[in-house]
């Protein structure tokens, strides 16, 4: 079987138990990996009832079948289950070297679980599998809980998945971090660690020989596609600004990069960007395994304020979350923040979209100083932000019920419309104001509002897959069924677990999955077909959660024209809504796909 | 020059567009502080173009100090290029410069400083909108 191990981990934390479970190459062809081969493993043992934080809901870590090879990028690892923060279909997709270890341990992933009844972590130590006590770990935070565990097990090249104090004391949007500071920030995989009292997973895998369809064809391939792409600028420019290189593009050409909670739109981000960060703070580079671009910033701030050692620096989300969202244009304001978020596991999106809510409504005078613990958010300053972080990862005062998300935070205050999110799950940094197809996509994707399974502000620039039919006339017109393709092709690359700044077209795909896995008759076609096949399970899936169709809608708050780069554009979501259902074929009152094209796509088992 | 349009590329096109860009306010204000010279370049694409034809801007704090067809051995901070029917696309505003790249329509040289162009997205902008400005006949018209 090329491209995988062939077995899955199984850690049953409530009783222990530490088994194997076989992986059927024909699920694998099917399903591929990551993502859609998680789907069509959870579907069976989650439903509506699942307490997405209580011992029944697993939670399921694949790589893919590029992880381990030599293919760019292709070794990132998803982790999945349904999702405290939505109630629905959760993922989550990490780099680092986390994903790579797991295979060369000899697993396609880890399913884990039960819950422990004191705090625990796991290591993979190739086959030596152990349930440890981390009741020493517990209340740490995640820079000491890695070097911790690094200098315990003697493993210092190992992955290190590991959740902080947020994850810990369930705060919905915990995020897990992995390694040096890459993290599975989104659908709250943090709480779920927290829920099950897994404070880490430790991987450390020797078997670097992942077994190859085509070594010699796949490593000309890999060579001579990094050689070609080195000339592609997004590919330049993570490569030399990071993602926080898109910050003056997103803000002074698209106006995609919202500010005071999406009500401003003429906010000078100039100091917040990539390349102000690489005239200032920036002292190095990280990269995940296999990586060509390395877009991980390192960071010094020597003095001040904010001063701190060498970390992570602040990338594209968390600068718009807790800088342009705010109003602040201290890149070392943002980058301490970005740092105490990473600190205590909370995700940059939401957990900072959530924050910047609560400093909107302050300055529109419909909350108050006491409803904030004293705390007197004012655009512009982060002591605010700061103060609160610490609030929610302890779910203390005002901080619980930020822990629950913006939606939840707003609903106690009488404003639902104005939380930034879709189906719970809080509005990444694109204003869909800046690219109609971000709006569909938030609208219909299977996470809540999320960019990374469709990533149209990426098409609407320009990128392009002609194979797929994947090309933008105009960002601001109704370019639904655009979005439905790069949909089906993000859960493609979302369950090969290639990363989305590996430029890759779909032929270029193909050839990998063939000099990969050996299915030689693998084709485009295939792909979109696998595409589809993926995208339509997990609507399954959330159907069978409860998904409601109702809620494929923007709220209010980003439903105001703004002056600037938008040129006042607002999406009409309910036309795109119509062209996205009839492109599909589904019911729009239901969601429903329709039971033939179900029967088509080989999903035939996974109707109610 | 035919019709009152000016030829692209040539001396004469080249010209003009200096006098454009110096007289665009909107170019002056979004390049104020940018210092940097460009050679864009029209590939050869076997049909129209031959061999790759190039010219020379010096751009200075939001004006153009001078414009010129130039040489194969002529460099500059940036190398903007592309075949001619991608040109004129450009021109057409059909494309944007930065859309260009995305689309692999146009390149940057090598080892050129993403993170400067990134900075000016707007004068870049302004750059292609002041060529809307010249009367241009293109060589396949």
Known sequence: MFGYRGKILRVNLSSQDISEMALDQDV?????????LAASILYDMVDKDTDPLGPNNPLLILNGPFCGTMIPTGSKAAMCSKSPQTDLWGHSIFGGHFGANLKFAGYDGILIEGSSEKPCYILVDDSNVEVRNAEHLWGRNTEETWDTLKEETGLRNAGVARIGLAGENLVRYACVCVDHYRAAGRTGMGAVMGSKKLKAIVVNGTDRNVPVADPDGLNELAKSLNESLSEDPTFNMYSELGNAGYVDMASMMYGSLPAGYYTVSDFDSYNLSGTTMRETILVGKSACYRCPIGCGRVIEIKEGKYATGRFAGPEYEVIGSMGTLILTNDLEAVTFTAKQMELLGIDFISGGSTIALAYYLFKEGRIT?????????EWGESDSALALLAKIAKREGVGNIMAEGSLAFAKKHGCEELAAQVNGLEMPMHDPRGFSGMAIGYATSPRGACHMTADMYNVQMGQTNEALGIESQNRFTNEAEITAKQQNLRCVTNSLLICHYYPALAEELVEFIQKTTGWKDYSVEQLAESGERIFTLLRLFNLKMGYRTENERLPEIVLSPL???TEG???DVDEMLDTWYQFRGWDRKTGMPPKKRIKELGLSSFIQ | MGDNKFIFP??????????????????????????????????PDGEIIKESI????????????SARMAGANDTAEFTYAGPYKNWKLLFDKKIDPIKGLMQRKFKLGK????????????????LVNATTKVPTKFLDE
């Open chain 1, 563 to 565: 002056e600037g780069p």
């Open chain 2, 54 to 65: 190039r010219f020379y801007l010096d751009l200075w704090h939001g004006k153009c100090r």
């Open chain 2, 111 to 126: 080892g050129n400083d993403m993170g400067k162009i990134m900075r000016y997205t707007k004068a870049a902008m302004e």
């Open chain 1, 369 to 377: 100083a006491k409803d904030l613990d004293g705390i007197t958010p």
């Open chain 2, 10 to 43: 040539s001396e004469e096109w080249i010209e003009k567009y200096e006098e454009v860009l110096n007289a665009s306010k909107e170019y002056e204000d979004a390049a104020y502080d940018w210092e940097g010279d460009f050679v864009f370049e029209i590939e």
């Open chain 1, 569 to 571: 554009y607002v999406p």
């Open chain 1, 28 to 36: 694998a062809r099917e399903f591929i990996g990551g993502i859609g």
